[in-house]
């Protein structure tokens, strides 16, 4: 600033303070805008609309056959995997929960689908857990509600990462309100089904909620079909 304020004049150098200080203003102001900007690598959460995330469907029939699987969502589904056809999926099922897919020939553990919609979960009975105590109520509260052990790890693998940096997390499972979002048809018709569905929010402190009444009770007999998911609400 010196040599310009001998070359140009003190006016000049007037000038050039004054647009510097313009430059440092506007750069503070795009270094904010940058930061609150979505990453775009975040997991999807509930919001306005919903994503329903990861739920999958495990198949398994007491010997093997096909299987019929479509889904009455109230909402759009944004992801499935293997595709969903015009009716839905067409699988060969066998009873270790192998799936082969009719319309690829190839092999799937599971059904899987993700979707947004506008249902609105009940958060007024849950759990208040710290997040560093998030995988072991999940192991035992999934196992305690009918989830095997093949079921509950990858729930916990997909979810534990959101969940466990949180102070806390309020968790719910969804019942009526979920399964009426998202009716689930399957045919031959299994004789026992298991829908898990969870919403959750993470919490800076505790806070008081009241808890269920009872989770859900299971028992696996004959041909049995599985569905686990979840979703994140702000």
Known sequence: FLYFGRK????????????????????????VILRERPN??????????NADMKPVIYLYPEETMD?????????????????????????????????????????YSYLFWEGESDVVYDMTHGYVVKGADTAAFLQATLSRMGLIPREYNEFIVFWL??????????????????TDNAKLSISPKPDSVLRVFMAYRALDEWVEVEAPAALPQFERKGFTAVEWGGCEVQ
């Open 40 to 49: 775009p690598w975040d997991a999807p959460a509930c919001g306005d609309p």
């Open 67 to 107: 299987v019929s699987v479509s889904l009455d969502y109230d909402g759009v589904l944004t992801t499935t995997y293997p595709a969903y056809g015009e009716s839905g999926w067409a699988v060969t099922a066998m009873p270790d929960g192998t799936l082969i897919n009719r319309e690829d020939g190839k092999e």
């Open 161 to 178: 990462p959101r969940m466990e940096k949180n102070p806390f997390n309020l968790i719910t499972f969804q019942t009526k309100r979920y």
């Open 8 to 31: 140009y004049g003190m006016k000049h150098k007037k000038w050039l303070i004054l647009g510097g200080c313009v430059l440092l203003v506007a750069l503070a102001a795009l270094a």
